[in-house]
């Protein structure tokens, strides 16, 4: 059998791999924000990762990148031709439940025996696994992580050159679970070094309403209190303004948008220490009433509003 390493279909892949794989890996990351955002996302979401997959890492054209034929999530072809059945479930569906990917691969199977088309594979856009039906069983392809920070050269074998040719040194293939999710860290906000100050503000980190790392100054950010703890008038207003809308024409990136709910009710205790809600009334400040609104809206006012 030839040497693929030696297939010049092989190094230009390879290449667009290797140029490829950040870009991939930063849209994918923008694409499950929705997932981190309500703690689930869709089917197509997944959907959209393996189309940025094929289409910009890998090189099938969107032409050829056929969705729902005959009731399979993704059909990939060349020429009309049927490759490759995927097989798509909602993001960390099936990464770590072995009940769930032996369904998916029964699913795929059945409708590439209906389609006869020889290859499927299975993914929820963390995992993607690939194998050929042979008679009396099949031969693994492709099992690639899609978070990983190195691109995976093995992605060659789903390409317009690697789809057809049969895999034999397919050891690293072999379909296998991935490790737990490592679940979002809060402690990651815990002060722990009281004496340290910001060198502009010259406050301690417990006076900012965020702080990723309490020992790293250019982590903590929107400062709300007082050298004392007390609640500082002129800045708190400044610190929900910078969330809610802007704050001198800038919008706030520093931070991440999993902590943002945990910050407004920061914000928002510290509202209710200097007796700004609950807002109500037509003199009400606007931006006090943004803050109670959108406490509602994240379901974290009774958080901060006495009962």
Known sequence: MTNVETLASYRHCCERLTNEWRAFGAKREERLTQERRFGTASEKVAENILEDLFTTVLDWSLADYNNQVSYADIVLTRLGIKHLLVEVKRP???????RSVDAALMQAHRYADEQKVRSVAISDGVMLYARDHIPGGHRDRVFVRLDQPEPPLDLWWLSVDGIYRPRNDDEHAVLRLLP????????AVAIQE???????YHLPATCFAYVGNAADVRTWHLPYLLDDGQPDSARLPK???AILSN???AHLSSIPEVAIPEVLVTLGLAACQ???L????PNAPRVYMQLQETLDQLGRLAD????
């Open 247 to 249: 704050y001198r024409g």
């Open 278 to 281: 609950p807002a109500v009334g």
């Open 304 to 307: 901060v509003l006495p009962a």
């Open 92 to 98: 960390g569906a099936l990464t770590w439940n072995q």
């Open 239 to 241: 610190a929900i303004q």
């Open 274 to 276: 200097t007796g700004k």
């Open 180 to 187: 737990s999710a490592p679940a979002f860290d809060q402690s």
């Open 194 to 200: 009281e004496n340290l100050l910001h060198p502009k």
